[in-house]
């Protein structure tokens, strides 16, 4: 009896451990334009409904010819995809390399289904996005 109840709790430990320790991960690799200021974004479905924090990675780069100065980039989360709320503050990409990566971490829980990426640059221009990482962690 002794050795069924120290197996059962080493099982339940065991699932609790791996439960802790999922994350949700999935990229985009693709040749996003920003041109101008207009707003552009991409939408991540995600399978998690439970609590989660976010880590985002983009590599965005400047456009060849007439660049612009700045692209902001603000991670969004919605629960239904019909209205999205801010996470977190924005990050402004300033052109200062010819590749950049972005990486945005939100400590904050969250239970949103869908996650979107925006780009907003500034003045006229064109920048390139050519990657995009989203990664859930469930705490």
């Known amino acids: 009896?002794?050795?069924?109840?120290?197996?059962?709790?080493?099982v339940v430990a065991i699932a609790v451990n791996t439960t802790m320790a999922q994350t949700t991960f999935k990229e985009v690799t693709n040749d996003l334009l920003v041109v101008n200021a207009t707003p552009v974004s991409t939408t991540f479905d995600m399978p998690q409904h439970f609590p989660t924090t976010q880590?985002?990675?983009?590599?965005?780069?400047?456009?060849?010819?007439?660049?612009?100065?700045?692209?902001?980039?603000?991670?969004?989360?919605?629960?239904?995809?019909?209205?999205?709320?801010?996470?977190?503050?924005?990050?402004?990409?300033?052109?200062?390399?010819?590749?950049?990566?972005i990486v945005i971490s939100n400590a904050t829980e969250n239970r949103y289904r869908k996650y979107n990426i925006l780009y907003t640059g500034t003045g006229t221009g064109t920048s390139t996005v050519t990657n995009q990482i989203v990664k859930l962690y469930l705490e």
């Open 1 to 10: 009896m002794k050795k069924f109840i120290l197996m059962l709790t080493t």
């Open 55 to 101: 880590d985002i990675k983009v590599n965005i780069s400047d456009g060849g010819t007439s660049s612009q100065t700045a692209v902001s980039v603000q991670l969004r989360g919605s629960k239904f995809g019909d209205t999205w709320v801010n996470i977190g503050s924005p990050v402004v990409w300033k052109l200062s390399t010819n590749d950049t990566i």
